[in-house]
């Protein structure tokens, strides 16, 4: 009984030894700097300060414009929610998801502009 408690205990002490750092590799979900690329369906539309109606319009966007989109959100005014989306083009600001369709990557963006 004593030479397997000493085994135990030999080899708990020999499992304890410090591990390595685990580094996992780059890879597109942890290295990504945007989370897709948008192409704007309106004509028209406004790039906002903030994501609000309300908001500070910084400029227009014409439809078939692709955008980096950088984050997206889900705004509750009252019983109504919108998703929005924060873009960076000609301006860095917010604009309605209803107004942007949105693709993995820039390639898919503009091929979709092209067809």
Do not use: H
Not at 86 to 99: C, F, I, K, M
């Amino acid at each position: 009984m004593a030479k397997i408690t000493l085994l135990l205990f030999v080899f708990a002490f020999l499992g304890c030894t410090p591990k390595a750092e685990i580094n996992p590799p780059v890879t597109p979900p942890l290295s990504r700097s945007v989370l897709g690329y948008g192409v704007v369906t309106a004509s028209y539309t406004r790039v906002y300060n903030e994501p609000s109606l309300d908001g500070v319009s910084l400029g227009y966007v014409r439809e078939k414009t692709i955008l980096a989109v950088l984050e997206r959100r889900l705004i509750k005014e009252g019983e109504t929610q919108q998703f929005w989306v924060l873009t960076e083009g000609n301006y860095r600001g917010w604009l309605p998801e209803s107004v942007i369709k949105l693709y993995d990557s820039e390639g898919k963006a503009q091929t979709a502009v092209s067809q």
